[in-house]
C-alpha cells in the first residue's frame, strides 16, 4: 500500500479516536521517544479514551524524553503490559496539563501509578504526612505535595474516589502539608518554636474536609506561652512561626506553588493580629464578631500545631457558634451576605461562574449551613462540619424534605467535580465555566459525556444550577426560617411543667396544662415526624398566639396533624413552604368555621401552601367538576354528597383566602356564588336523572335571586330561587308542571339530606305569590302573572334574578322577559316610590329582631345592607331604563354606575360603598368566627377580640372597631335619608 493512503488510514484512526490535530498527533507518536511502542492500537485506544488525546499524547512524549533509558523502556513496557498504569497515567495527562509538567520535571513520579496497594486506595493525614516527611526544604514539600496530588487526583480520574473521598483526600493532605511546613519553620527558628504552642485552625473547605484541587486554605492561629515564656514573647515567636509555614506553602519557586494560606477570617480580618491567644479570641467572639464569623466557624478543625490547644479552641467558641442564632437579625444578616457576595461578581462572569453566581456552590452551602445555625442550636446531630454530611443530617432530622437533599446533593457533586476538573486541567484556581470549545469538549469528556460532550456538559450543567437555585430559594429565604431562629426551639417541651405553663400563659393560653399535652403529643420522641413537628411548633404557637384564641388554634393543629401524621406530604408541606404553615396557623386560631371545614377534610391543607392554591376556581370549572362527579356516581344521594364535598373544599379554600386576605369582599361573593351555582347545577342534573325515566319533557331552568343573583353572598347566605320550565314539543302542559315540579322538588330533597358538609338550604319564596305560589311556573305562566299581578316589590326583587343553572337558553328567555319590569321604560310613579318607602319603613320596624341594637346590626341596621342596597334599587328602578350602566345585579356596580351618572355626589357614593362593604365583612367575618350566620357583633368578648382581628384592628381593638362601624355607618344613614327618603 502506498506510503499516503497508510497517512490517510492513520489520520482517520487518530480522527475517530477524538483526536483534534490528527497531523500533529501522527508526528508525535513517530517521535524517537515513543519508538518501541510505536503502532501500538493498545496506546491509542487508552489515548482515545481520555478528556484530551492529544494534550495527553504531548505529555506522554514530554515525560518519555525525561525519562533516560533503561527506564524509558520499563516505563513504555508497563504502559503496554499493565492496563491499571495506563489508565491512571493517561487519565491524568489526559486531564491535567499541570500534572503532566510536574512529571516532565520530576519523570520518576510515574512508578507512584504503576500500583496502588489496597491500603493506600484512600490514605489519610497519616499516609500523607509519612509521604512528605522526607522534605528538607520546601521546595522538596513542594515536589512530594505534587506527587502527592498526583496520586489523587489518578484515583479520582479513574474512579477509584468519588468526589467526597477526593475532596476528603485533598483536606487531609493540606493538613498534612500544613504541618510539615510548620516542622520546617520550626526547625529554622528553634527557640521560637519553644517559647510557645502554636495551633493552626483548619477553616472553610480544609477545615470541612472537603477542599479543591486549587485553592487557598483557610487557617486561624492560636498561641499560648511556653511555660516561664511572657505572653508577649509568645505571641511574637507565634507570630514569626505562622508567618513562616505561611511562605512556605504560598512561595512560587520553579517547583511551582504549594497553595497561598489565607488567614483573613481571624477576629478583625486582616487588621487584626495574625496570632491570638485562645481567651483573645474568646473575648473578641463574644463581644465584637458579625454573623458571618460564626458561620465561618462551623468548620473550624484543629490541623496542625499543638493537638491540645487546637481541641480546646474548637470546644470553646462551638457553643458561641451554636448560640450565634440567637442574635438580632442573625437570619437577614446570613441572607443579605449571600446577596452581597453575588453582587460582587462581575456581570460579565455571572452566568459563569461555578460557586459564586446564581445556582452555584455557593447556593448550596449557605442554604445548608443557614439551616445548621438555626436548627443545630437544638439537635447536635446537625453539627457537622462536611457540607454533604451536613445535608444528610438535615434530610434525616427532617428539616430538609428528602428529595430536595438528594437533588441539592447530586448537584453540589456535579458542580464540584466540575470545579475539580477546570482546576486540574493548569492547577489553577479559578471557578469559571471556559468557553471555548476544545476546552468544554475536554471537561466534558473528563466527566464522562462521549457523544457530544459540549452540549451534554451544559445541558446537564444549566439543569443543576437551575435545581439548586430554585431549592436555595426554598430553603434559605424559607419563611419559617427567620421565626424559628428567633424563638427557641421546642423549649415549651423540654422546660419544666411550671416553666412551660408560665410561658404558655404569658402567650395567652388559657388552658396551659392541655396546651402542654398537645404540644406533647405532637413533637415526643426521636422520629421524623416529632422533630419537624419540633421545628414548626415554635412558630406555630407564636401565630397562636397572636389570635384571640391560641387554645383553639393548637387543638386545631393538633386534630389536623393527628389526621395527616403518617401523609408523608404533610408535614413536608409545612416545612419547606413557609406560607403553608403561616396560613394553616392563621386559619385554625381564626374562628370555629374554617377549622370545622378543614377537620371534615384534612387533605383541604395542601391548598394553604401558595396564593396559586388559594385562587378561586371559577364557576366553570366548579361545574365541570361536579358534573363529572355526578356522572360517576351510582344514585342521586350519591351524587350531590359528591357535589357537596367539592363544596365543602371550595368553601375552606374561600374562607382560607379570605383569612389570609387574598381575597377582597368581591371575590368573597363571587366565590361563594359560584359554589352555590354549581353545587344547584349539580343537584339539578342528578334529580332530573332520577325522575327522567324516559325522554326528558321538559326544560329547566334555575333563576338565583337575592344576593345569590347579586353574585354577593355570604358564607351563611341561603340560597334563593325561582324555577321556570318550558314543556318540549309534543309534551302537554300539565304532564310538564308535573316534571318540573318532581324535578325541583327532588333536587330540593336532596340538596336537604343529612349530612356532615355545610348545608345549602334553597329558598324560594320569591317567587310569584311566595309560599302559596306552585313551586315551578312555565314561562308564559310567569308572563301572564307579571302581566297582570305583579307587584313593585317584585320588579324590586327581579332587580337581582339571574339564570345559575338549567336550561340556559330559558334562562336567557326569562331575564328578557323580566328586564321591561325590572328596568320600566317609564321609571316609578310616585305611588310606586311611596310603596317601597313604606316597604323598607315597615320592614325596619318589624323585622329588626327584638333587642338588637340598631346601630350595630349589620343588615337591617342603621346605614346597614338593607339602608344601602335598597337605595340603590331604587335608583335602578328608577332610572335603569335611561342609563344601562345601571343594569346589573351587583349592588356595588350599580351604586357606581349611579354616580357616575350624576345621580348622587361622589361623597354620598362613597360613604354607601364604604358602610356596605364594612357590613358585609363583619358579617363574614362573624360567621367565620362563631362558626353561624349572626347579622350583629358578636356578644362573647373573645369573639368580638377576633371579629376585630379578621378586620385588620391590633389586639384590644374591638371597641376601635365598634366605634368605626357605627361610624361609618351613621354616615350612610345620613346618605340613605336624603336619596331615599328625601329626593
Request: with cysteine; aromatic share 6%.
Amino acid at each position: 500500500m502506498p506510503v499516503g493512503g497508510r497517512r490517510d488510514s492513520r489520520f482517520g484512526q487518530l480522527l475517530r479516536r477524538g483526536f483534534g490535530d490528527p497531523s500533529a498527533a501522527g508526528a508525535l507518536l513517530d517521535s524517537p521517544a515513543l519508538r518501541p511502542v510505536q503502532g501500538s492500537g493498545v496506546l491509542l485506544d487508552a489515548l482515545g479514551a481520555t478528556a484530551d488525546p492529544d494534550q495527553a499524547l504531548r505529555s506522554l512524549v514530554r515525560l518519555a524524553e525525561a525519562v533516560a533509558e533503561p527506564e524509558r523502556a520499563v516505563l513504555l513496557d508497563t504502559l503496554l503490559a499493565a492496563k491499571p498504569l495506563r489508565d491512571r497515567l493517561f487519565a491524568v495527562l489526559g486531564a491535567s496539563e499541570g500534572l503532566g509538567d510536574h512529571l516532565a520535571r520530576h519523570p520518576a513520579g510515574w512508578r507512584a501509578l504503576a500500583a496502588f496497594e489496597t491500603a493506600d486506595l484512600h490514605p489519610a493525614t497519616e499516609e500523607f504526612e509519612a509521604a512528605l516527611a522526607p522534605a528538607a526544604d520546601p521546595d522538596a514539600l513542594r515536589v512530594r505535595y505534587h506527587q502527592a496530588l498526583l496520586t489523587i487526583a489518578a484515583r479520582d480520574l479513574t474512579g477509584t474516589s468519588d468526589f467526597a473521598q477526593t475532596a476528603a483526600e485533598l483536606a487531609d493532605l493540606a493538613g498534612a502539608t500544613l504541618r510539615a511546613a510548620l516542622r520546617l519553620a520550626s526547625q529554622a527558628a528553634p527557640e521560637d518554636a519553644a517559647a510557645c504552642r502554636l495551633a493552626v485552625i483548619g477553616m472553610g473547605k480544609c477545615g470541612g474536609r472537603e477542599l479543591n484541587y486549587v485553592s487557598d486554605v483557610d487557617v486561624i492561629f492560636v498561641a499560648e506561652p511556653a511555660e516561664g515564656v511572657a505572653e508577649g514573647k509568645a505571641l511574637q515567636a507565634a507570630t514569626r512561626l505562622a508567618a513562616h509555614l505561611m511562605r512556605i506553602c504560598s512561595a512560587t519557586t520553579a517547583e511551582g506553588t504549594i497553595w497561598p494560606v489565607d488567614a483573613n477570617l481571624r477576629p478583625e480580618g486582616r487588621n487584626g493580629p495574625l496570632v491570638r491567644t485562645l481567651g483573645s479570641h474568646l473575648a473578641y467572639y463574644r463581644r465584637w464578631a458579625k454573623t458571618w464569623e460564626f458561620q465561618a466557624l462551623l468548620k473550624a478543625r484543629p490541623v496542625a500545631g499543638d493537638e491540645d490547644l487546637g481541641n480546646a479552641y474548637c470546644e470553646a467558641v462551638a457553643p458561641l457558634v451554636w448560640r450565634a442564632v440567637e442574635r438580632e437579625n442573625f437570619v437577614p444578616d446570613v441572607q443579605q451576605m449571600r446577596r452581597r457576595v453575588e453582587l460582587s461578581v462581575p456581570a460579565a462572569q455571572l452566568e459563569r461562574e461555578l460557586k459564586l453566581g446564581p445556582g452555584g456552590l455557593r447556593d448550596v452551602e449557605f442554604a445548608v449551613q443557614l439551616l445548621q445555625l438555626v436548627h443545630g442550636r437544638t439537635d447536635p446531630e446537625l453539627r457537622r462540619a462536611t457540607t454533604l454530611d451536613a445535608l444528610a443530617a438535615l434530610a434525616e432530622g427532617g428539616y430538609v424534605g428528602r428529595e430536595d437533599a438528594k437533588s441539592l446533593d447530586a448537584s453540589y457533586r456535579f458542580l464540584r467535580t466540575v470545579e475539580h476538573r477546570i482546576q486540574l486541567h493548569r492547577l489553577r484556581r479559578t471557578h469559571l465555566m471556559p468557553t471555548e470549545e476544545s476546552e468544554l469538549r475536554r471537561l466534558g469528556r473528563s466527566l464522562g459525556f462521549a457523544g457530544e460532550p459540549v452540549h451534554e456538559l451544559l445541558t446537564t450543567w444549566r439543569r443543576h444550577a437551575a435545581a439548586v437555585r430554585r431549592l436555595h430559594e426554598k430553603l434559605f429565604y424559607r419563611p419559617l426560617l427567620d421565626a424559628v431562629a428567633r424563638l427557641d426551639a421546642g423549649a415549651e417541651v423540654r422546660l419544666g411543667q411550671n416553666a412551660a405553663k408560665e410561658r404558655l400563659v404569658a402567650l395567652g393560653y388559657a388552658d396551659p396544662a392541655a396546651a402542654l399535652r398537645h404540644l406533647s403529643a405532637l413533637a415526643s420522641g426521636v422520629s421524623r415526624k416529632a422533630a419537624i413537628q419540633r421545628t414548626l411548633l415554635p412558630v406555630l404557637l407564636d401565630r397562636f398566639a397572636d389570635s384571640a384564641d391560641p387554645d383553639a388554634g393548637l387543638l386545631g393543629f393538633r386534630k389536623v396533624s393527628d389526621a395527616l401524621g403518617k401523609s408523608p406530604w404533610y408535614l413536608r408541606l409545612l416545612r419547606d413552604q413557609g406560607a403553608a404553615a403561616e396560613n394553616l396557623a392563621r386559619v385554625l386560631s381564626a374562628g370555629r368555621f374554617a377549622p370545622d371545614l378543614l377537620l371534615r377534610a384534612p387533605e383541604a391543607v395542601a391548598l394553604l401552601g401558595d396564593r396559586e392554591g388559594l385562587l378561586p376556581r371559577g364557576r366553570a370549572a366548579l361545574t365541570q367538576e361536579v358534573l363529572a362527579a355526578v356522572g360517576r356516581a351510582g344514585s342521586p344521594e350519591a351524587a350531590v354528597a359528591a357535589a357537596r364535598g367539592v363544596r365543602r373544599r371550595e368553601l375552606f379554600r374561600t374562607a382560607a383566602a379570605d383569612i389570609v386576605g387574598a381575597y377582597d369582599v368581591d371575590q368573597v361573593g363571587e366565590a361563594l356564588t359560584d359554589i352555590n351555582a354549581a353545587t344547584l347545577t349539580a343537584a339539578l342534573d342528578a334529580a332530573v336523572a332520577a325522575k327522567s325515566a324516559g325522554e326528558p319533557e321538559v326544560r329547566l331552568a334555575v333563576i338565583a335571586m337575592g344576593r345569590f343573583g347579586g353574585r354577593e353572598q355570604n358564607y351563611g347566605s341561603d340560597a334563593d330561587v325561582v324555577f321556570v320550565h318550558e314543556a318540549l314539543p309534543g309534551v302537554p302542559e300539565r304532564r310538564a308542571n308535573e316534571a318540573a315540579f318532581a324535578i325541583a322538588n327532588e333536587m330540593i330533597r336532596l340538596l336537604q339530606l343529612p349530612s356532615v358538609d355545610p348545608p345549602l338550604p334553597v329558598d324560594t319564596q320569591l317567587r310569584p305569590e311566595g309560599r302559596n305560589g306552585p313551586l315551578v311556573r312555565s314561562l308564559s305562566s310567569y308572563a301572564a302573572y307579571y302581566r297582570r299581578w305583579s307587584l313593585v316589590w317584585e320588579s324590586q326583587a327581579l332587580l337581582r334574578a339571574d339564570p345559575v343553572a338549567g336550561d340556559a337558553e330559558l334562562g336567557a328567555g326569562f331575564t328578557a322577559l323580566i328586564d321591561p319590569l325590572r328596568y320600566p321604560a317609564e321609571g316609578l310613579g310616585e305611588d310606586a316610590v311611596r310603596e317601597i318607602r313604606r316597604l323598607k319603613a315597615r320592614m325596619e320596624s318589624e323585622r329588626l329582631p327584638r333587642g338588637a341594637d340598631p346601630t350595630t346590626h349589620t343588615k337591617l341596621g342603621r346605614g346597614g345592607l338593607s339602608d344601602v342596597e335598597w337605595t340603590v334599587q331604587l335608583l335602578q328602578l328608577r332610572h335603569a331604563a335611561s342609563v344601562p350602566a345601571l343594569r346589573t345585579t351587583r349592588t356595588r356596580r350599580a351604586l357606581a354606575a349611579a354616580r357616575e351618572a350624576g345621580l348622587l355626589s361622589a361623597a354620598d357614593a362613597e360613604v354607601l360603598d364604604e358602610a356596605w362593604v364594612l357590613a358585609t365583612r363583619v358579617r363574614n367575618a362573624v360567621l367565620l368566627v362563631r362558626g353561624r350566620p349572626q347579622d350583629s357583633f358578636p356578644a362573647d368578648g373573645r369573639e368580638l377580640a377576633e371579629v376585630a382581628r379578621h378586620l385588620g384592628y391590633e389586639p384590644g381593638g374591638a371597641s376601635r372597631m365598634l366605634d368605626d362601624y357605627r361610624r361609618t355607618t351613621r354616615h350612610a344613614r345620613a346618605a340613605v335619608e336624603r336619596l331615599f327618603y328625601d329626593s
